[in-house]
């Protein structure tokens, strides 16, 4: 079950990695304003909060792989918690996310569900 929630926080953190990228760096293009819904005036508009909002995105997804790493280098508690703490926060903003707005379940849904997926294998898997 340990390596089953790595694999899940993994594909959690490619997501985040992905996001980035359309936040952060491909914000105004028409493929991330069609993801996302916005007019090329919004996308100028919110470039700055965009930009923000994808580096967030961006660090959860290094302390995913910041924890996995320490998992494989035989330190299984700090690694765990690094993972718990990644992880748990991508499914806490999926959560807010779709309180704050629910016409964004769809999309929350893809953020925070593989990352639970993996808190809960991970969790299994060091309890066993």
């Known amino acids: 079950m ?6 899940f926080a993994a594909v959690a953190a490619l997501v985040h990695v992905f996001i ?6 491909a914000w ?3 493929r991330a304003r069609a993801v996302f819904g916005t007019s090329e005036a919004e996308a100028e508009a ?5 930009l923000n909002q994808g580096f967030y995105n961006l660090f959860l997804a290094i302390l995913i792989g910041a924890g996995i790493a320490v998992i494989a280098a ?19 903003a ?7 707005d629910p016409s964004k379940t769809s999309a929350a849904l893809k953020q925070l569900v593989p990352p639970a997926i993996g ?3 991970l969790a299994i898997g060091l309890l066993a």
């Open 20 to 25: 980035f990228y359309l936040e952060s760096i």
């Open 28 to 30: 105004t293009t028409p």
């Open 2 to 7: 340990l390596i089953a929630g790595l694999v």
């Open 46 to 50: 919110t470039k700055p909060l965009a």
């Open 74 to 92: 035989g330190q299984q508690a700090v690694g765990a918690t690094l993972v718990f703490a990644g992880a748990g926060s991508m499914v806490a």
């Open 119 to 121: 808190v809960l294998l």
């Open 94 to 100: 999926g959560i807010v996310l779709i309180a704050s």
